[in-house]
């Protein structure tokens, strides 16, 4: 990598080419162009962040989601800061939305590239703790099939990288860029041993619980998740050994650019079929999710990992003496990872649920798997980690179905108001969000109703409350009991919803509509 991004003076540019002076302007070296990739993509959140769904009560409950289960002083730190940007959502979010931006002409800019990298570094710190809890490593609810761990924190490490100066990996080395990396894909193999990563249908069901908004996208999804049915642990297994060897290989410098090139492809794979392109095209999307960032990050590394050669036998011993500092260097960083990834584990020992949801019409889905290891209760409540259950859209209703932690709340029948209380051995809370696919706009006076049945004997069967809440916004739900552990179906009955209408909604949601969904069911114990 080109280690010096000079300035461009108008009088050396002058008389050449447009394109000749937009190229020595944004991409006059390696470094120089990884900037303005990183700036664009800056300024693809910041306009994302400009959506009219940020702007909406389900921005709010998308934060509000990743808190159940959470370690007491990251639950309570996210939920102040969500309930200080529901204060003034409009304000926030715009400020949110213009910081991002800001960063991504900063960095186009070559003048102010240094501090826009400055923001971006505390920015980033921000987002990956209020917004994406530190990509949910302390509830053993990561996964780098869908991101994990957390594109925010990939933006500060290339910044590190690509900060303009004299060196080599910027503000990081060389060795410590590759460190990094190791680092990195160390912990991203150990990922995928968890539980809830290796089971035997735990990548259908996150594939299948990918967003899409896009027909062929959704094929391809649904292809790619048939296959993987089933073979869960060995996908796990096949991918952690990868990974492992990705990060060593560029770590020790031993053919890493073919192995940079694998995580390049990989990372493309698990942008599409995990990630669906972060959500753009579903609507509700912050960032592209960690898939471009993983390839940008491989393309900074590249510069950094010269062609191995023979090193004459002359020089053999100094080489080799560095090299046993270089891996030194590198066992301490992957063992400071491996140990924070263990403390995470000890910290919450909830093992996630893996997702599942779905595409099509008229609405059938396979596979959410739930289930979780030894944890506190709280009330005789144990924590269950918010995961979607059903994400589909039926003529412009977003429907969406997921599991969190039972909760007691208050009916009111227009005269009096009664508490209903979770018996201890609830199992979940079921919270059923129709919205309008388009403007995010939740949709009431609809009815729900919720069966669950296993081995074709129903054991649920229960109206779902309309409800309100101060994060979720409208929506409905109701405390659901299960009988154990196994493969159960839920099926959802959405009557229409019985209102006057504006024209808009014309000649839409006339007839009930159903959605199937399985998954398999894992007490809390």
């Not at 780098?144 to 933006?155: C, M, S, W």
């Not at 560029?250 to 090139?261: C, E, I, M, S, T």
């Amino acid at each position: 990598m080109s280690t010096t991004t000079a300035a461009v003076g108008g009088d050396t540019l002058r008389g050449t080419p447009v394109r000749a002076r937009v190229r020595a302007y944004f991409a006059s070296d390696s470094r120089r162009a990884i900037q303005t990739v990183l700036g664009l993509l800056w300024l693809l959140d910041g306009a994302l962040q400009f959506q009219g769904f940020m702007y909406s009560r389900g921005f709010i409950g998308m934060l509000t989601q990743m808190m159940p289960g959470q370690p007491t002083w990251l639950g309570g730190s996210m939920h102040w800061a969500a309930r200080l940007a529901q204060g003034n959502l409009d304000l926030y979010n715009t400020l949110f939305a213009l910081t991002q931006v800001l960063i991504g002409l900063g960095l186009l800019y070559r003048r102010t590239v240094k501090p826009a990298l400055a923001v971006s570094f505390a920015w980033a710190v921000v987002v990956w703790w209020f917004g994406e809890a530190f990509g949910m490593l302390f509830m053993n609810m990561a996964n780098p099939l869908t991101g994990a761990p957390g594109a925010v924190l990939l933006y500060a490490i290339i910044g590190l990288i690509v900060w303009p100066n004299d060196r080599p990996g910027g503000l990081l080395g060389v060795r410590v860029a590759r460190t990094t990396w190791v680092a990195l894909w160390l912990a991203m193999s150990w990922l995928w041993l968890l539980g809830a990563n290796s089971s035997a249908n735990a990548t259908h069901d996150l594939i299948n619980a990918a967003p899409s908004g896009m027909s062929w996208l959704s094929t391809v999804q649904n292809a790619a998740a048939s296959l993987a049915k089933g073979n869960g642990l060995v996908i796990a297994i096949v991918l952690a050994l990868l990974s492992a060897t990705i990060g060593v290989a560029v770590g020790l410098n031993r053919w890493a650019r073919p192995f940079l090139a694998i995580a390049i492809v990989l990372n493309l794979a698990y942008w599409v079929l995990g990630q669906g392109f972060g959500g753009i095209f579903a609507g509700n999307a912050t960032d592209p999710n960690a898939g471009p960032l993983f390839v940008l990050l491989a393309v900074s590394l590249y510069g950094l990992v010269p062609v191995d050669h023979r090193v004459p036998a002359t020089a053999r011993s100094a080489t080799g003496s560095r090299r046993v500092s270089s891996v030194a260097a590198t066992m301490v960083v992957a063992g400071a990872a491996a140990a924070l990834l263990a403390g995470c584990a000890s910290a919450n020992k909830t093992t996630s649920t893996t997702a599942s949801a779905a595409a099509g019409g008229s609405t059938s889905m396979a596979g959410m798997s739930m289930s979780a290891s030894s944890v506190k209760s709280v009330n005789g409540i144990k924590p269950v980690p918010t995961q979607a259950l059903a994400s589909t859209t039926w003529q412009g209703m977003r429907i969406q179905a997921r599991a969190m932690t039972a909760v007691p709340f208050v009916v009111f029948n227009g005269t009096s108001e009664r508490t209903i209380k979770p018996p201890a051995k609830t199992s979940f809370h079921l919270m059923v969000m129709l919205n309008d696919a388009h403007t995010g706009v939740a949709l009431p006076y609809a009815g729900v109703w919720a069966t669950i049945s296993k081995a074709g004997k129903v054991v649920y069967d229960e109206r779902q409350w309309p409800m309100l809440s101060a994060y979720m916004g409208p929506h409905y739900g109701n405390n659901v009991s299960l009988p154990g552990a196994g493969e159960y179906q839920l099926t959802l009955l959405i009557s229409p919803p019985v209102s006057a209408r504006h024209v808009e909604y014309e000649n839409v949601w006339l007839h009930p509509h159903r959605v199937n969904v399985s998954f398999h069911w894992t007490p809390v114990s």
